[in-house]
């Protein structure tokens, strides 16, 4: 492991010294301005003589002024280093000298690139406290990348996109974030990337796999949060617990989301809800539609102990006006679609089937606006008011209390 010191240069060589012999780097990359660079050789004959030995080059900005062109040569510069460098060697930025536009620039450049930053102050300066460090009072001071414990844009932007369900865009930052933190946050998100991971799989109807993500994500951040103390993070996580815990009751409704159940339509209409936040209103009326279908699927299945899809004849009661036995197979089932379910609920007297029927006016006329949807058979956009009428009605027509809601996370 090679350790790899960029310093900034200035005119006096104190600071310089001072850093070089505490860091005792086996490789120096100098930043200097036109004027300072002359001073490179004095400082290497110095230390040579106290048999200190190390590689150095040299960056020179031409104008220690400008920050755009300090910042452009610090940014080639850490590009060098990261391009020599071993995977295992430390690499320390001390910006003590220089200008102020070639300090800054260094700074900025080494953001997120998991270097340590140094800088030699002192206890006694001249000009009461105000001027330069007095020589033989020089103390260094060191600090990890600051970029580590500032990432707060980064951080905020993966909760922007949970909050919006754009899980993909909140992957890649977590997953960006990993390898740019020290070892404890570099877990922090890796685990977070895995609960992500559910998340998005869970808004795509991937149940199982996504309540597997969630298992080992949610695990993972506890063993984190065991450790280290954050109320936000124990606030998402207890959500995600919640969470797991429906998809638990889904799966054993379902067979393990092999069947339709009741908890089936719960989690389509909150998915139907985050495609409507989204302004995705299309999207949400086809889940909305899809939703209404499975109410009838399932109470169907209740009442007559067989699927839509394939339903004996001799189970269906007769009802006047119904022509449903000129749709009988050779084999003596048929396939009811969405309206005949309900009409057959209601020939039995079934609470949905009722409702239904009581609402089937409203009902059809909404449907009628989907039907004509690009994503049905037409090639109008559906509104939003479209979706919150439909919506309604199915939430009072058939009392549908229970929604499972994503946490969200805010940093």
Request: charged content about 25%; glycine content about 10%; hydrophobic content about 40%.
């Amino acid at each position: 492991m090679a350790k790899r010191l960029i310093i900034s240069l200035g005119g006096s060589p104190e600071p310089i010294l001072y850093s070089i012999r505490h860091h005792r780097p086996d490789e120096v990359y100098f930043f200097a301005s036109a004027q300072s660079v002359e001073g490179i050789g004095e400082l290497k004959r110095v230390l040579r003589e106290e048999g200190r030995k190390f590689g150095n080059q040299n960056f020179v900005v031409e104008d220690a002024n400008s920050l755009e062109q300090c910042y452009e040569k610090a940014v080639a510069l850490a590009d060098q280093v990261d391009r020599m460098k071993g995977v295992e060697d430390e690499v320390v930025i001390d910006a003590t000298g220089g200008t102020k536009p070639m300090s800054a620039a260094l700074i900025l450049a080494g953001v997120g690139r998991r270097y340590r930053h140094s800088y030699v102050g002192g206890s006694t300066r001249t000009k009461d406290g105000l001027g330069i460090v007095v020589l033989g009072s020089e103390e260094l001071k060191t600090g990890v990348d600051p970029w580590e414990v500032f990432a707060v844009e980064e951080k905020k932007r993966i909760g922007l996109y949970c909050r919006s369900f754009q899980f993909a865009a909140a992957i890649q930052v977590a997953h960006g974030l990993s390898e740019r933190v020290g070892a404890s946050e570099r877990l922090l998100f890796g685990h977070l990337a895995k609960l992500l991971e559910g998340y998005k799989k869970w808004d795509c109807f991937q149940h199982k796999p996504a309540l597997e993500d969630l298992k080992e994500g949610a695990k993972g951040l506890a063993e984190y949060l065991a450790v280290k103390s954050d109320i936000g993070l124990s606030g998402y996580l207890a959500g995600v617990n919640d969470n797991i815990d429906f998809l638990i009751t889904l799966g054993n409704e379902t067979n393990w989301f092999k069947k339709l159940a009741q908890g089936m339509v719960v989690d389509l209409l909150s998915n139907a809800r985050r495609r409507y936040e989204e302004g995705k209103f299309d999207d949400g009326v086809a889940r909305l539609y899809r939703s209404l279908e499975m109410i009838g699927q399932v109470s169907f299945e209740r009442h007559f102990h067989c699927s839509t899809s394939r339903v004996p004849s001799k189970v269906l009661p007769d009802v006047p006006g119904w022509s449903w036995r000129n749709r009988e197979k050779r084999d003596g089932t048929l396939e009811l679609g969405l309206q005949d379910a309900f009409k057959a609920l209601a020939a039995v007297k079934a609470e949905v089937g009722l409702s239904y029927e009581k609402e089937s006016k409203a009902i059809d006329g909404l449907l009628l606006a989907r039907n004509q949807s690009i994503l049905a058979h037409g090639t109008s956009p559906v509104k939003s008011d479209t979706f919150e009428k439909l919506e309604g009605i199915l939430k009072t027509v058939f009392p549908i209390n229970e929604t499972v809601a994503f946490p969200e996370l805010r940093w």
